[in-house]
Nanobody
Framework: QVQLVESGGGLVQAGGSLRLSCAVSGNTFTRYAMGWFRQAPGRQRELVASISSGAVIEYAESVEGRFTMSRDNAKNTVYLQMNSLKPEDTAVYYC???????????WGQGTQVTVSS
């Protein structure tokens, strides 16, 4: 079982930027597809961005053009660069991974992102 540890959340004003990181333990990281999810109070968890083992990236429409996901296989880490943040981006952000599975089955503990207006 791998461990995923997120970092980089915090409080930022609208229009600002944050970069989230997710460090993944183990030696199979390159085979993982990774995703960034978020969950705001009273709302369902949603997939914000994903990156395949082959580095194909997809974004939710709500963050397209503002967020950039990347992976560094040498560091077993994925990133989510968030620019032009809006108050509606406020949520707990989770990193998740999947390998040989159609569902994300490894999750981090989450990191809070709060965007003030």
């Amino acid at each position: 079982q791998v461990q995923l540890v997120e970092s980089g959340g915090g409080l930022v004003q609208a229009g600002g930027s944050l970069r989230l990181s997710c460090a993944v333990s183990g030696n199979t990281f390159t085979r993982y597809a990774m995703g960034w999810f978020r969950q705001a109070p009273g709302r369902q968890r949603e997939l914000v961005a994903s990156i395949s083992s082959g580095a194909v990236i997809e974004y939710a429409e709500s963050v397209e053009g503002r967020f950039t996901m990347s992976r560094d296989n040498a560091k077993n880490t994925v990133y989510l660069q968030m620019n032009s943040l809006k108050p509606e981006d406020t949520a707990v952000y989770y990193c998740a991974g999947k390998i040989w599975s159609s569902v994300y089955n490894n999750w981090g503990q989450g990191t809070q992102v709060t965007v003030s207006s």
